[in-house]
Nanobody, 125 residues
């Protein structure tokens, strides 16, 4: 069974940084499009950042210049470096893996084959 396990969430003050990681088991990361998503209470799920098999990246406008997505194929790990965090970044963050390609992954309804369980990020003002 394929599993995605996120880590690295927590609480931080506005302006601070956090780094999220997502490890995928029983699948080869290099064969997947991968992404980070978030959902705050009462809000729709939002695509945050994604990276394709060839390393092409895509970001939501709200995080451009502050967040960086990367992957380590050898370690089967996806990361999201989040800098200059704002209170509006507060949400549960999920990683996802897709065989459908980057464009499909990053457009609602964010079609993916596998999802992680989520990790909470809280940014205080």
């Amino acid at each position: 069974q394929v599993q995605l396990v996120e880590s690295g969430g927590g609480s931080v003050e506005a302006g601070g940084s956090l780094r999220l990681s997502c490890t995928i088991s029983k699948y080869i990361l290099s064969s997947l499009s991968m992404g980070w998503f978030r959902q705050a209470p009462g809000k729709e799920r939002e695509g945050v950042a994604a990276i394709d098999r060839d390393g092409t990246t895509r970001y939501a406008d709200s995080v451009k210049g502050r967040f960086t997505i990367s992957k380590d194929n050898a370690k089967n790990t996806l990361s999201l470096q989040m800098n200059s965090l704002k209170p509006e970044d507060t949400a549960t963050y999920y990683c996802a893996a897709s065989l459908f390609g980057l464009a499909t992954l990053m457009q609602p309804p964010y079609r993916a084959n596998y999802w992680g369980q989520g990790t909470q990020v809280t940014v205080s003002s």
